[in-house]
């Protein structure tokens, strides 16, 4: 019923791997576009990928209780946090049973994930966000309210906002983006 739906062949993802891509978040509002079978079936693909290509992560889609604590990693030498939420249809947020999506509009989720971000000793810490109103240039109405509390009580490095389809301005608040 949705206007786009979208779905990608993993040969084609593994192109983006072999070109040198080594980060990928799958928390959008297209990552249901094939209901929870798609999920499930990502899910797979993606775990089957970094198996095979250790040096590739996936975040994004799962339980809630993996969403809810920030994917760590290592990178020459360097320990990164990561960190994603996204606008979504509320059937496909992730469960204690079902994977799916953490919700940005769920206030809680938001706090117990920058709050698991402050915990967690990496270098850098990045939280992905996908939400904001499409072809829209500023940032929607308490958007930089909810970056500006995960720089500040999550010692987040870097908060990569996406969804809108256009550049947005980039704001540096002390040594933090």
């Known amino acids: 019923d949705k206007t786009y739906v979208f779905e990608t062949h993993p040969a084609a993802v593994q192109q983006l791997i072999d070109v040198g891509f080594n980060l990928m978040?799958?928390?959008?509002?297209?990552?249901?576009d094939y209901g929870h079978a798609g999920i499930e079936e990502t899910i797979r693909n993606t775990q089957a990928m970094h198996e095979q290509n250790p040096q590739v992560h996936f975040v994004g889609l799962g339980t809630k209780k993996e969403l809810l604590q920030p994917h760590v990693f290592t990178k020459n030498g360097y320990t990164i946090a990561i960190a994603s939420l996204s606008i979504l249809d509320g059937e496909y947020k992730a469960t204690d049973t079902t994977p799916g999506l953490l919700h940005i509009r769920d206030q809680a989720q938001f706090r117990e994930v920058v709050r698991n971000m402050k915990l967690t000793p990496a270098h850098y810490k990045i939280i992905s966000i996908h939400n904001g109103t499409e072809s829209q240039v500023t940032l929607d109405a308490g958007q930089k309210a909810y970056?500006?509390?995960?720089?500040?009580?999550?010692d987040v490095d870097l908060i990569i906002g996406h969804h809108p389809h256009?550049?947005?301005?980039?704001e540096k608040i002390g040594d933090k983006y």
């Open 25 to 32: 978040n799958l928390a959008n509002n297209h990552a249901y």
């Open 147 to 154: 970056y500006e509390y995960a720089i500040k009580n999550g």
């Open 166 to 170: 256009s550049v947005r301005p980039i």
